[in-house]
């Protein structure tokens, strides 16, 4: 039963945060995005998504900073204009890149040490909590960054 419970723990904000990826690149229109929707899905198979991790985050970013541009090229001298220009043009390629690196390094460092008492054990550890905190960060930064793009459509718009 604990290991059921401590599976969902981890599956759950697993599913809702790729969730939240590919909603975002719902909301970029398709000339803009550097890859499907779909794809990101394929962050859940074990070993390549920590690899395909590292390529979503570097698409996401490119793909906001792509859509952001492109709004900012369609609205004339609004006031959403100075609110992107204030802020970095890919708000969230830092983080995420941060969290797919010390994320990786921790499950790295604890697998390689599993059967051995070393003081790497503690670094593997201390890897992955701050790529959590990381992870945590980058994940409210791209909701954000999707919500800043469904405003700017919608002040296109009117």
């Not at 229109?29 to 394929?42: A, D, T, Y």
């Not at 198979?45 to 541009?69: D, L, T």
């Not at 604890?110 to 054990?121: E, V």
């Amino acid at each position: 039963m604990l290991q059921i419970s401590l599976l969902l723990a981890f599956v759950i904000p697993a599913i809702l945060f790729v969730l939240a990826q590919q909603n975002t690149l719902r909301v970029i229109s398709p000339e803009n995005r550097e890859m499907s929707p779909g794809s990101v899905w394929l962050q859940l198979i074990p070993v390549f998504g920590m690899v395909w991790q590292f390529i979503v985050v570097i698409r996401i970013a490119r793909s906001i900073s792509k859509e952001m541009a492109s709004k900012i090229g369609e609205s004339i001298l609004d006031n959403s204009q100075v609110q992107i220009k204030e802020t970095d043009e890919s708000p969230t390629y830092t983080f995420g890149i941060a969290y797919c690196t010390l994320t990786t390094l921790g499950f790295i460092i604890n697998y390689s040490t599993m059967h051995s008492s070393s003081y790497l054990k503690l670094f593997g550890s201390l890897f992955f909590l701050t790529g959590m905190v990381c992870w945590i960060i980058y994940w409210v930064r791209l909701v954000n960054a999707k919500n800043k793009l469904v405003g700017l459509s919608v002040g296109i718009a009117r």
